[in-house]
């Protein structure tokens, strides 16, 4: 790959995921960029970059995945060191978007904590976001700079067409994950399901209603992430006792909070298929039910059509 002095590609990483954003500069054939990145003895981002990266095109790799806070505060400073390193664009690669979920009020007196992310991230000094699976779509509208939304399909969809799953199901876990269970049932041209559950509270999910065919059949449950695991074993549990054969589970963001590593091995399900957005825990990967697939590839690709200036589109399912 031939590059200009003036804006030549460069990629470095934080703290949360360095292995990733490796993997990333082995498929873009670039080594991966110096930088000290440490804490003073209370606690505070230190942070230097080593090597000139005036006039450079600057991806950033950070996923702000736990701890959550000292994730986001390292890639804010990062952000802030690059631009005032004189780089000629920064752009935030984030695999995982910490705070996600709080993307709206949904009762009195909340904050929308993913907008004041947003907000931070772009007065640090961000030219433009690449995202991996966001939890809700109109994220991309909270920023006033780009934003490159990926979908993690590709590298999921065509691990489990290996897999050749006779008498598949795709399930969304509840009806917001509608359209993106449906289009994965459309990749792997099987029918839908939906589960229908009440959460009473932010822990505490009560399962409710199978609507759809799952008799004799394999399942296969679509979310954007897994956080505790409550939810989705419970899913399986439901599925089991419409008369479901097995249960397999799929998404983009392994968070696995809590004991959702022991819960999943204790569980029913037949394998959970998660992506290396975020590092898994060494439990996780003792966990025989838990599969990692990469999305570095993927991630490449993008930054690749970025830093040439070409389509993004043709990466999104």
């Not at 000094?125 to 939890?135: I, K, P, Q, S």
């Not at 509208?141 to 934003?147: D, K, M, R, S």
């Not at 799952?214 to 549990?237: E, F, Q, R, S, Y």
Request: hydrophobic share 45%.
């Amino acid at each position: 790959m031939k590059e200009t002095k003036m804006h030549s590609l460069r990629v470095f990483t934080g703290t949360a995921h360095p292995a990733l954003a490796k993997e990333i500069c082995g498929h873009l054939g670039v080594p991966l960029g110096k930088a000290f990145v440490g804490t003073f003895p209370d606690g505070e981002v230190r942070l230097q970059i080593l090597e000139n990266v005036r006039g450079a095109d600057v991806f950033l790799v950070q996923p702000t995945c736990q701890p959550v806070n000292s994730s986001i505060m390292e890639l804010l400073i990062l952000i802030d060191a690059f631009r005032r390193a004189s780089a000629h664009r920064i752009t935030a690669v984030m695999p995982y978007y910490g705070y996600a979920r709080q993307d709206r009020k949904d009762r009195p007196r909340v904050p929308i904590s993913s907008k004041l992310v947003a907000d931070l991230i772009t007065t640090a000094g961000a030219n433009r976001v690449l995202a991996l699976d966001l939890h809700a779509g109109q994220i991309q509208g909270y920023f006033n700079i780009p934003v490159d939304h990926l979908y993690a399909t590709p590298v999921t969809v065509e691990y489990f067409k290996r897999l050749k799953l006779r008498n598949l199901v795709v399930v969304s876990p509840d009806p917001g994950g509608v359209e993106r269970a449906r289009a994965f049932a459309k990749k792997l041209k099987a029918p839908l399901a939906i589960i229908d559950k009440r959460r009473e509270d932010a822990h505490v999910v009560e399962m409710f209603n199978v609507i759809g065919d799952v008799t004799g059949k394999n399942c296969l449950i679509i979310d954007d992430m897994i956080d505790t695991g409550g939810t989705l074993v419970k899913a399986a549990g439901a599925l089991l006792d419409k008369g479901a054969v097995k249960v397999y589970a799929c998404c983009t963001h392994g968070v696995f909070a809590g004991s959702a590593v022991e819960k999943i091995q204790n569980s029913q399900l037949e394998q959970v298929v998660t992506t290396n957005s975020i590092p898994l825990s060494e439990a996780g990967k003792r966990n025989k039910k838990i599969k990692v697939l990469s999305v570095a590839g993927l991630l490449a690709d993008a930054i690749r059509s970025i830093h040439h200036e070409t389509s993004v589109s043709r990466l999104f399912i």
